[in-house]
């Protein structure tokens, strides 16, 4: 029994959650008038770049734009980044930062149908390297001493916790032969 449930924990330890995950927009309501305050939502929410966001709404009676931070704080629907009205909406981060949408109907927008996103890096993906330090000019100033700092330790990837599951899975298995 034991080596059963060894098995069975080992299978799940070799599950890898995907690195991008799809927040419906307010959490269980849709894009209306009627839902909750998105803007208290989107603070209580980690948003990272490969995430997307699903809108749900009436798309012949409501749509979803995204606009800059002027027209977000104004309520402007006449000049959106983009405008979305299928009723069903889905966007990707493909950046990190401040990303603002509101209701395509002005008077819902004035009425907080607006949710401003912050999104942050990408939890995967290491920043692009640094560019080589530029050649030393020559001055007359003593040069600084060493630095004591010391890079921070890696963390693991990916392939080590597959290859970290991999191994329970088998010695799992292995238990499992031995009964």
């Known amino acids: 029994m034991v080596a059963v449930i060894m098995a069975l924990v080992s299978l799940l330890l070799l599950i890898q959650k995907g690195d991008a ?3 419906k927009v307010g959490g ?5 008038l009627t839902s909750t305050s998105y803007n208290q939502w989107a603070e209580k929410t980690r948003f990272q770049v490969g995430d997307t966001l699903y809108f749900k709404y009436q798309g012949e009676k ?3 734009l995204e606009v800059s931070k002027e027209d977000y704080d104004n309520c ?5 980044i983009a405008r979305h009205d299928d009723g069903r909406t889905v966007i990707k981060f493909d950046r990190s930062g401040s990303q603002y949408f509101i209701s395509g109907v002005s008077d819902n927008c004035k ?3 607006k949710v401003l996103i912050v999104v942050l890096a990408d939890r995967t993906h290491k920043s692009s390297p640094q560019p080589p330090p530029s050649p030393a000019s020559v001055s007359d100033e003593s040069p600084s001493p060493p630095s004591d700092d010391k890079p921070p330790p890696s963390s693991p990837n990916g392939a080590s ?5 991999l ?3 088998i010695g799992a298995f292995a238990c499992f032969l031995s009964w």
């Open 76 to 80: 402007n629907t006449a000049s959106p």
């Open 111 to 113: 009425n907080n149908e």
């Open 28 to 32: 269980s309501g849709d894009w209306s």
């Open 21 to 23: 995950y799809e927040f």
């Open 161 to 165: 916790s597959f290859a970290m599951s």
């Open 167 to 169: 191994l329970c899975c």
């Open 62 to 64: 409501d749509s979803v």
